[in-house]
């Protein structure tokens, strides 16, 4: 019998019980590429969502008590559950989000690193002994769980944003509270739920709530049983996590927006070039935060790349994404398409030139080359989450820094170059977390820290990063023998 069901994951995952809502909204999930209903659920209300932090704290305490070595095995027995169920998923990323089988693939691949990852900090939660300047003084400093995460997942690679914070918080020792987005309710929030269920984890250590802000309001942020929260979306919506996080003290992980630049100098391998450089924009439609919005080309080689980009491009096919050879599906939904358009003709008018001009079916939306930008316009500033690229030439290195920096954003990049200690030192130089000589903007491994600059997050994730977001630290100091005092 399949676990992994529309109608068995369309629910609220709270306390260890399957159920519905106690909210007012009745939710649809939809199919971005049919528009079709995949399925309806009634929004978590602000009871529910108290009952979820209640859970994944009252089952953290129990969490915390297992031996190491086993909480170890529980989340490796996680990751097997997702290998083992890899073509089930596979088709909930292809209907829940449109993602193509090659997308679902490479977030899967992404999911059970990252589980793997976390399943090694149970045996890294270690303490320090450290010397004082007290005789006799022990100071023992202990690495402890913060007790709760809440975690906030976009729509757009949802089964791992979530997964990312979800399986480091609960290999840190810490109960989970999981907000997915409403686009992606299942691949985002309740699948990972029945994923750590399987598994064997304490039922009610991992919670899905699908609701609404208008349901719930900050409360989700604002619960005094959340400790930390992990956000992975826009920049818009991270800063009022930040600020409401600031007032209640909290600490906050914000994985927010990008703007990307793919920076191909005069020596580059142009043939190489293209392939990263379609690769870094066109990959999951463009929905992707370290996307090359801006590719930006030495003027000495513009036209060889600019013709085998564009003949690249064009041959990517464009559709279904359930079909094996699509490269680009749809879009979440009519917002996004709508928002995407808007940019692209607001920067047609400002004076952009459109290389290749998309057309738009439904939520498809075929790819837009935009050349002649520059760094003032609406397409070069803005993130675009769609398949359109701005295309900028310089002509030097100097030039090129400047114009990557010119951007809020600083999240990834990367530069081509036949001589990588130039694209290494022209790297530092660029304000981004960040960047990869010869390789695509789009790059995610489990140990290396992950995170932006400027308006494109605060903090790091992925291997000690995460352990350390997601931990805190107490001192135990012990007096071994009496201390002489100022005054008795």
Request: charged share 25%; net charge negative; with cysteine.
């Given at each position: ?19 519905e809502?106690?909210?007012s ?16 659920m ?14 994944a704290n009252?089952?953290?305490q129990?969490w915390?008590n ?12 996680a ?7 890899h ?9 829940e989000?449109g ?6 693939g490479?977030e ?6 990252i ?5 090694t ?5 270690t ?7 007290v ?7 202990y690495?402890?769980p913060?007790?709760?995460?809440g975690?906030i997942?976009?729509f ?15 290999g ?11 686009d992606?309710?299942?691949?985002g ?7 750590f269920?399987?598994?064997g984890?304490?039922k ?6 699908i609701?609404e802000i208008?349901e ?18 826009s ?13 209640n003290?909290?600490k ?11 920076i ?9 070039a293209?392939s ?5 924009r ?12 801006r590719?930006?080309?030495h003027?000495s080689?513009?036209d ?5 980009y564009?003949n690249?491009v ?10 094996e050879d ?5 879009l ?5 398409v ?7 003709e607001?920067?047609?008018e400002?004076?952009?030139v459109?290389l ?9 939306v ?10 003032n316009?609406?397409v070069a500033?803005?993130?675009m989450?769609?398949p ?21 954003f600083?999240l990834s990049?990367a ?5 990588t200690e ?14 990869h ?9 489990p ?11 605060v ?6 990063e995460?352990l350390?977001?997601f ?15 100022p005054?008795?």
């Amino acid at each position: 019998m399949t676990h992994f069901s529309f109608d068995q994951l369309s629910k609220q995952a709270i306390g260890g019980k399957w159920r519905e809502g106690q909210g007012s909204i009745e939710m649809n999930n939809l199919n971005p590429y049919s528009e079709e209903v995949i399925a309806t659920m009634t929004s978590a209300s602000k009871d529910d969502l108290d009952q979820a932090y209640e859970s994944a704290n009252e089952v953290q305490q129990d969490w915390i008590n297992i031996n190491p070595y086993e909480r170890r095995d529980l989340l490796l027995q996680a990751a097997k559950v997702v290998e083992e169920n890899h073509d089930e998923i596979t088709e909930l990323i292809i209907e829940e989000l449109g993602g193509t089988r090659l997308k679902a693939g490479f977030e899967i691949g992404l999911v059970t690193n990252i589980i793997k990852e976390a399943s090694t900090y149970p045996l890294r939660m270690t303490g320090e002994i450290l010397p004082s300047p007290v005789d006799g003084k022990e100071n023992r400093v202990y690495q402890e769980p913060v007790g709760v995460v809440g975690v906030i997942s976009p729509f757009n690679f949802p089964f791992y944003l979530s997964m990312k914070s979800v399986a480091t918080a609960v290999g840190a020792g810490n109960g989970v509270v999981i907000k997915p987005h409403e686009d992606t309710p299942v691949t985002g929030g309740t699948l990972l739920v029945k994923i750590f269920e399987l598994a064997g984890l304490p039922k009610g250590l991992v919670n899905s709530v699908i609701t609404e802000i208008s349901e719930i309001g900050d409360r989700f942020v604002e619960h005094p049983l959340n400790k930390v929260v992990s956000f992975t979306g826009s920049t818009v919506v991270g800063r009022k996590i930040g600020e409401v996080a600031g007032r209640n003290l909290k600490k906050a992980s914000l994985e927010l927006g990008g703007n990307s630049a793919l920076i191909i100098l005069d020596d580059a391998d142009i043939d190489y070039a293209v392939s990263a450089a379609v690769f870094s924009r066109f990959t999951h439609q463009g929905q992707i935060c370290m996307s090359a919005n801006r590719v930006l080309v030495h003027e000495s080689v513009k036209d060889e790349f600019l013709q085998k980009y564009k003949n690249k491009v064009e041959s990517l096919k464009v559709g279904d994404p359930r079909e094996e050879d699509t490269i680009i599906g749809p879009l979440i939904n009519k917002r996004q398409v709508e928002t995407l358009e808007n940019t692209i003709e607001k920067s047609i008018e400002e004076g952009a030139v459109p290389l290749v001009r998309g057309e738009v079916k439904g939520n498809v939306v075929t790819p837009t080359i935009l050349t002649d930008v520059s760094p003032n316009m609406s397409v070069a500033n803005e993130e675009m989450f769609g398949p359109a690229v701005a295309v900028t030439t310089f002509e030097s290195d100097e030039e090129a820094i400047e114009i990557a920096n010119a951007s809020d954003f600083g999240l990834s990049g990367a530069v081509h170059t036949a001589n990588t200690e130039r694209g290494a030192e022209l790297g530092k130089r660029i304000e981004t977390g960040m960047i990869h000589v010869n390789d695509g903007t789009i790059n995610d491994e489990p140990i290396v820290a992950f995170g932006g600059e400027k308006m494109s997050g605060v903090g790091r994730l992925n291997g000690s990063e995460s352990l350390e977001a997601f931990t805190t630290k107490k001192w135990i100091s012990i007096q071994h023998k009496k201390r002489q005092f100022p005054y008795s």
